[in-house]
Nanobody
Framework: QVQLVESGGGLVQTGGSLRLSCTAS????????TAWYRQPPGKERELVARFTGGDRPYYADSISGRFTISVDYAKDTSYLQMNSLKPEDTAVYFCNAHDALTMIDYWGQGTQVTVSS
């Protein structure tokens, strides 16, 4: 069974930084998380970043150059480096992996990021 495990969330002040990690395991074949979502309080889950394999990953407009997604395929791990954090970044952050064989999306348990003002 595919399992995604996240870490790195926490409480930071405005302008601070966090680095989120997500590692996939449990599959006989490689399933690599390549996207990060977040769900702010009272809002729907939204896509934050997606690694496309090209030179320019997708980032939500609200990110505006502050976040960087990276992927280590050898470790089935993705990272989300978050800099210059703002209160509006406060949310539960989820990593996502898409299984192209079964067409199933797998999600991490979520890690809380809280940015105080």
């Amino acid at each position: 069974q595919v399992q995604l495990v996240e870490s790195g969330g926490g409480l930071v002040q405005t302008g601070g930084s966090l680095r989120l990690s997500c590692t996939a395991s449990g599959s006989i074949y490689t399933v690599t998380p390549t996207a990060w979502y977040r769900q702010p309080p009272g809002k729907e889950r939204e896509l934050v970043a997606r690694f496309t394999g090209g030179d320019r990953p997708y980032y939500a407009d609200s990110i505006s150059g502050r976040f960087t997604i990276s992927v280590d395929y050898a470790k089935d791990t993705s990272y989300l480096q978050m800099n210059s954090l703002k209160p509006e970044d406060t949310a539960v952050y989820f990593c996502n992996a898409h299984d192209a064989l079964t067409m199933i999306d797998y999600w991490g348990q979520g890690t809380q990021v809280t940015v105080s003002s």
